[in-house]
């Protein structure tokens, strides 16, 4: 992590600079939950930004809404900081057409994850996608909550009744592992099997408040401990988190290939 630039005064970069990305290998985190072989999961991490300009040929400044997104699978994560960064060294550089610019963060943001990223830019004037969590919302249950680090002994099953149920939450925080600048998400869980108590999943959700970690990373621990602790047949869990310095990031882990691929913003974001 030398190269990291979070935690670090840094100023706007004036020129193109794909250097300026950073790498985070995933396996360093994966390996603390003990994913050391085949990943348990299919997902995607999905990048929303909102702050995407260059310019033409004529020097006429160009904008446009981006959306990045990359398997899980890949061997790296971007580091959010860099990616900002990133974007904004494009400020100042001319490009010919939308096509070439695109391109060009293609090359350069798959080379860093080590997979091909799909790059998207629309017209700030396109109609957005935008969706309400599905399921129930769980902040409105009255309960104690006192565990603020992960703890998944919180999680309880109600029932060995067979349920298909959706639950989201606008409770969830984390925070970045370097800086410690809180991470806001609205995170969702769907599953099919034994009932979840509703309780223990708030209390569970919650306890991530004073965690340090990765966006990606707080979504696949969740995900491995629920199926750990409460084995259903079918789970997807999904946090969108609030955007950033003009970037947000929405990672989804399932152990249904199907369902990773339909990850809009919400109204939230």
């Known amino acids: ?56 040929e004529r020097g006429l400044p160009q904008v446009a809404l981006g959306r990045f997104s990359v398997d899980c699978i890949s061997p790296s994560l971007i580091e959010s900081k860099s990616f900002k960064l990133y974007l904004n060294s494009h400020n100042q550089q001319s490009y010919s057409s939308r096509e070439e610019f695109s391109g060009v963060l293609k090359q350069d943001l798959s080379e860093k994850a080590g997979l091909e990223v799909e790059v998207l830019l629309s017209s700030p004037d396109t109609e957005q996608q935008i969706s309400r969590p599905a399921g129930s919302k769980l902040d409105t249950l009255s309960i104690d909550i006192d565990t603020y680090h992960p703890d998944s002994s919180l999680l309880q099953l109600e029932s060995n009744e067979q349920v298909s149920e959706s639950f989201y939450t606008d409770l969830f925080r984390s925070n970045c592992p370097i800086t410690g600048q809180p991470d806001w998400a609205t995170v969702m869980i769907s599953y099919e099997g034994s009932k979840i108590s509703e309780a223990s999943l708030l209390c569970y959700l919650v306890s991530y408040r004073l965690h340090n970690g990765y966006h990606e990373d707080c979504v696949e621990r969740i995900f491995c401990e629920l199926m750990g602790v409460c084995q259903p047949k079918r789970l997807v869990v999904q946090a969108n988190f609030l955007r950033r310095g003009g970037l947000d990031i929405c990672p989804i882990r399932s152990n249904s290939e199907s369902a990773i691929n339909d990850i809009k913003r919400l109204l939230r974001q």
Do not use: C
């Not at 840094?10 to 985190?29: C, E, G, H, K, M």
């Not at 390996?31 to 929303?48: M, N, Q």
């Open 1 to 56: 992590m030398s190269e990291s630039l979070l935690g670090q005064q840094t100023s706007y970069p004036q020129r193109y600079d794909p250097d300026i990305l950073v790498a985070i290998p995933r396996f360093n985190q994966r390996e603390k939950i003990g994913l050391t072989d085949k990943l348990p999961f299919y997902g995607r991490d999905v990048w929303h930004a909102y702050e995407v300009s260059w310019l033409n």
